[in-house]
């Protein structure tokens, strides 16, 4: 089913038509989600979302971008939305552990499984991931939508509401600092042996 008729049906309440929405777009949202939090857990609540939102909304989608577009936008939202709570609720903690609160709780995994990731390769993936945590947000974005997700630079540019050569300067300067993280880490971890 193309797009544009799904987008139709969607706006007038089909069921099907959701259910296809799902099928057909539930991996690529969880995906990109499970990229930016590095949670199971979090990124299936939060994918949940995403299609609650999608259902409300979808009156209000004009078809001036592609569906895909929309849709990565209302996820990234939703992902980065969700880390802005977890370092408030991460700051919150540590407050309280300075005036004898509650102990702060764990908020990053030690063990993030990535869908896509082989098994042999899971070790090497999450430093990768505790890399991409530390880039700037857009930088962050942009390398996650072209490395895990395969959008090309014009559709990142399309998702992000930026220029095509502002997301060639963000891949520049993520790649050049997550080579700068993975070198210091590298360099550590060999010290530390």
């Known amino acids: 089913m193309n797009q544009p008729e799904l987008v139709e049906q969607l706006q007038r309440g089909e069921a099907s038509a959701f259910r296809k929405l799902v099928d057909e777009w539930q991996d690529m949202v969880y995906?990109?989600?499970?990229?930016?939090?590095?949670?199971?857990?979090?990124?299936?609540?939060?994918?949940?979302?995403?299609?609650?939102?999608?259902?409300?909304?979808?009156?209000?989608?004009?078809?001036?971008?592609?569906?895909?577009?929309?849709?990565?936008?209302?996820?990234?939202?939703?992902?980065?939305?969700?880390?802005?709570?977890?370092?408030?609720?991460?700051?919150?903690?540590?407050?309280?552990?300075?005036?004898?609160?509650?102990?702060?709780?764990?908020?990053?995994?030690?063990?993030?499984?990535?869908?896509?990731?082989?098994?042999?390769?899971?070790?090497?993936?999450?430093?990768?991931?505790?890399?991409?945590?530390?880039?700037?947000?857009?930088?962050?974005?942009?390398?996650?939508l072209h490395k895990l997700e395969g959008q090309g630079y014009q559709e990142i540019a399309e998702i992000m509401h930026t220029t095509l050569y502002a997301v060639e300067s963000l891949m520049g300067r993520a790649k050049a600092n997550l080579k700068k993280i993975l070198d210091d880490y590298y360099h550590k971890n060999l010290a530390d042996h």
């Open 31 to 144: 995906n990109t989600v499970v990229s930016i939090v590095q949670d199971p857990d979090d990124a299936d609540d939060i994918t949940q979302e995403v299609f609650v939102q999608v259902y409300q909304s979808v009156s209000s989608f004009k078809g001036e971008s592609k569906f895909s577009t929309w849709l990565y936008r209302i996820a990234l939202s939703k992902a980065l939305d969700h880390e802005k709570k977890k370092r408030r609720k991460k700051r919150f903690g540590f407050v309280q552990s300075l005036f004898g609160g509650h102990e702060e709780e764990q908020l990053h995994p030690v063990d993030f499984d990535h869908p896509g990731v082989q098994l042999e390769k899971k070790e090497k993936a999450a430093v990768l991931f505790n890399a991409l945590k530390q880039l700037p947000e857009k930088q962050r974005i942009a390398f996650t």
